[in-house]
């Protein structure tokens, strides 16, 4: 543990709350004030996050940094300890970016009913909570980050939604917090088999290899049903597709690009290596759940109607490779675990972007309706076609470093798994897996044949093909798909400027993280080497 | 040409089409070197050793022995067609010439691989429309109607439940015990008169003799 600038992650995790300390004194009517005040927070965050990665001692990237532990709730021996390694960063400044891109993103789309204070403000909390999960070093303080993230969410979904919003943001809100509570009773489970010492990380790690196999199965089983509901991973996925299809734009896209990675975080830093004997037990479990999550996902995906719902599901189908190169235990599928949820936060966010802008435009998201757009928006039909290629894993893109090396892992799971006799288990997930290739690039392909090519369908035909961009005035429309849409030709228009900002990071990244991964596989690596040395390295 | 003659005259591609054609063709006739075992260049699996920063499962080692009777094949294969090519396609009358069209079989041989062995038909009308489908069709069904509807059930499950046991245990039982405790707690008043006295230091007293009887009830429960 290197203990330096024992400041910088409180500062880069609470930033956002002064932030809506300063908004709640802002008139709700001056919307401009609280927008500005929310984005220059993000901006301010994620600055102090550049500065923690200039700071970072890449050459120690095992070590958890800037660490500090403090007392926080003496009788449960609660402690607030935060630290970060090669694992969290690359999370912890995603989220940070995800936040910053969203919120200019919502300069000119807040959603109906409007309230962009309220908006901005869950927003802001939003990003603490993200931020804390990825540095909290103390399974209460994990906990409660975890949660922290739920009711904002919940609240974008319930008030910023469409006409289910109500539905989807309980059920979002119930399994979620289902989860949680098996995964707080395993914590406790945890704390009390380890001694009633302490809640911290590391120490667990060091101690919890001494419960006994049969505990620690159980324990195991708990967070697992914690975590395996927040990936979201088969047979827990039912509330994603609701939850995204009725969430506003800017929350689909935080949810596909760092809520669902609480799970998978959730796996690497805690499950896996303070229950290393348990997951041992779970990892052939847990892999076929993920396999079938891939089928399953692409399935699911070829029989969606709606745009939307169809990229939610790819998220199943997405989150299973993710999964699979966990539970080979290996470094390269913990690695390609790790790359693939930062490739699947940047991909998937820019598909939803991009959905939610095609929503705005021609007021619906059914696929037969939505024909001709390179016709029509030439930009946004190339931005949907490049983010299509990338999620479907093409070579060249971040998308592939997530998916390739997971099945490669699986061919060849750790050593403690082939000695366990699971390598002809495993070397058949490899080849459903790679199938699962076959039906991602399927229903991708499908999907943007459909929307892309071709004319314009008849009722959208006559309006302008205005491939200029220009700003939109307007907010998004969640009321139900308007038919009559002569109306809304005017709002057929190409990528718009406060679009372009938000978008063109994004997009950057995933052509150089698709070209140069060693830029973060190099600084996951070391973390993840020290992770499973525990199951036998390879 | 020896199909039916086109409504159109044929143009010659422009550069914009060519340039791209020769570079990719020479990239498709030299990128199978990049990782070539036999002549010992692995730049293919270098890149992606560095790439990904870790250690990525070794190849299998080349042996020409196994290498050898798929290149004669394909050799063979290439010489064939080359002849074949010629003899059909060349300007020279020749026997084979026509062939499929005067012999049935050969024709319908031809007609097999015009189709590309009817592979895309077999993909289209049978993988997808009858297959993928149906499939994912079921699969959608089975999410909607039995994982969503165990999900909905536990949660209709959980509301109904929550109903009967406000309806029948909190309103029915503790508001009744409650209710009837309130009586004898009006009986119990009338009783107790004397001891509202208006002093503080007995209100104390009696407050903390409650608080040490409920402690010792506690105490007795729990050993």
């Known amino acids: 543990m290197i203990q330096d600038k024992q400041w910088l992650l409180s500062v880069g995790v609470f930033l956002p709350l002064a932030g809506v300390l300063v908004m709640l004194f802002i008139p709700k009517k001056d919307e401009a004030s609280a927008k500005g005040v929310a984005i220059i927070t993000a901006a301010l965050t994620l600055v102090v996050g550049v500065y923690t990665l200039l700071q970072f001692d890449y050459d120690q990237s095992e070590k958890l940094q800037f660490f500090t532990t403090n007392n926080w709730i003496k009788p449960i021996k609660a402690t607030y300890t935060v630290g970060l390694d090669g694992i969290s960063l690359p999370l912890y400044i995603l989220s940070m970016v995800i936040t910053l891109l969203v919120m200019i993103y919502s300069w000119d789309h807040v959603p109906s009913p409007g309230n962009a204070k309220a908006f901005f403000i869950l927003m802001l909390v939003l990003q603490t909570g993200m931020a804390g999960t990825f540095v909290a070093q103390d399974l209460i303080l994990f906990f409660v980050f975890f949660e922290v993230v739920l009711l904002p969410m919940y609240f974008m979904i319930g008030v910023w939604g469409g006409d289910n919003r109500q539905y989807a943001s309980l059920k979002f809100f119930l399994y979620t917090m289902f989860g949680s509570a098996l995964m707080l009773v395993a914590f406790i489970a945890l704390f009390i088999n380890t001694g009633s010492v302490s809640f911290s990380i590391p120490y667990l790690i060091e101690h919890g290899s001494s419960i006994a196999k049969n505990t620690a199965i159980w324990i195991f089983a708990g967070m697992f049903i914690g975590f395996a509901v927040k990936v979201p991973m088969f047979p827990f996925h039912t509330w994603l597709p609701d939850a995204h299809t009725q969430a506003p734009t800017q929350g689909s896209v935080i949810l596909a690009a760092i809520l669902l990675k609480l799970g998978t975080y959730g796996f690497v830093r805690i499950a896996l290596p303070i229950l290393p004997q348990a997951a041992v037990k779970w990892a052939p479990a847990i892999g076929v759940l993920a396999v079938v999550g891939i089928i399953y996902g ?34 390269l599928g913990i690695n390609a675990a790790l790359f693939g949820m930062v490739a699947h936060g940047l991909i998937t966010g820019m598909l939803f972007f991009v959905a939610g802008s095609v929503k705005e435009r021609y007021h619906t998201l059914e696929i037969k309706r939505l024909s001709g757009m390179l016709l029509q928006m030439p930009r946004m039909g190339w931005i949907l076609g490049f983010c299509a290629m990338a999620s479907l894993g093409l070579p060249g893109l971040a998308g592939f470093w997530g998916e390739f090396p997971a099945i490669l892992a699986s061919w060849s799971p750790s050593s403690v798994l082939v000695a366990n006799g699971h390598e002809t288990l495993f070397r058949v997930l490899t080849i459903i897996a790679a199938l699962g290739t076959v039906l991602a690039a399927g229903y991708l392909l499908w999907l943007y044949q459909r929307t892309a090519f071709g004319e314009p369908t008849a009722e959208f035909a006559t309006a302008g093909h205005d491939s200029h961009g220009h700003d939109s005035h307007g907010s998004d429309s969640h009321g139900s798909d308007d ?56 | 040409m020896r199909g039916k003659p086109l409504g159109f005259a044929p143009d010659d591609s422009p550069w914009q089409i060519t340039v791209p054609l020769i570079i990719l063709g020479t990239l498709a006739l030299v990128s199978g070197y990049l990782n070539a075992a036999p002549f010992h260049t692995e730049y293919f699996h270098e890149w992606l050793h560095s790439s990904i920063g870790v250690e990525v499962p070794e190849a299998p080692v080349f042996e020409w022995i196994n290498a050898v009777p798929s290149i004669v094949l394909v050799a063979l294969g290439f010489a064939v067609s080359l002849l074949l090519c010629k003899a059909v396609f060349g300007e020279k009358k020749n026997a084979l010439q026509g062939l499929t069209t005067r012999n049935q079989l050969l024709g319908a041989g031809h007609k097999f691989l015009v189709n590309k062995y009817y592979l895309d038909a077999l993909y289209e009308k049978v993988i997808v429309h009858g297959i993928a489908h149906p499939i994912s069709k079921a699969a959608y069904w089975t999410n909607q109607h039995i994982l969503d509807g165990i999900v909905n059930a536990v949660g209709k499950g959980g509301r109904r439940s929550g109903e009967l046991v406000y309806k029948y245990i909190d309103q029915g039982l503790v508001d009744g015990a409650v209710n009837g405790s309130g009586a004898t707690a009006r009986g119990a008043g009338g009783a107790l008169q004397p001891v509202q006295s208006g002093k503080v230091n007995l209100y104390g007293a009696l407050l903390f003799g409650a608080a040490a009887v409920g402690a010792l009830v506690l105490v007795l429960v729990n050993s």
């Open chain 1, 483 to 538: 038919h009559g849409s002569e109306d809304h030709h005017s709002d057929i228009h190409d990528v718009s400027t406060f679009e372009w900002i938000a978008w063109t990071p994004l997009l950057v990244a995933i052509v150089v993280f698709g070209v140069v991964p060693s830029l973060m596989f190099k600084i996951m690596d070391p973390a993840v080497q020290q992770l499973t040395s525990v199951f036998g390295g390879k």
């Open chain 1, 298 to 331: 692409s399935l699911g995906c070829l029989a969606q109607t709606d745009m939307k719902r169809l990229i939610a599901f790819s998220s199943v189908a997405h989150m299973g490779f993710v999964m699979l190169g966990i539970s080979t235990l290996t470094p």
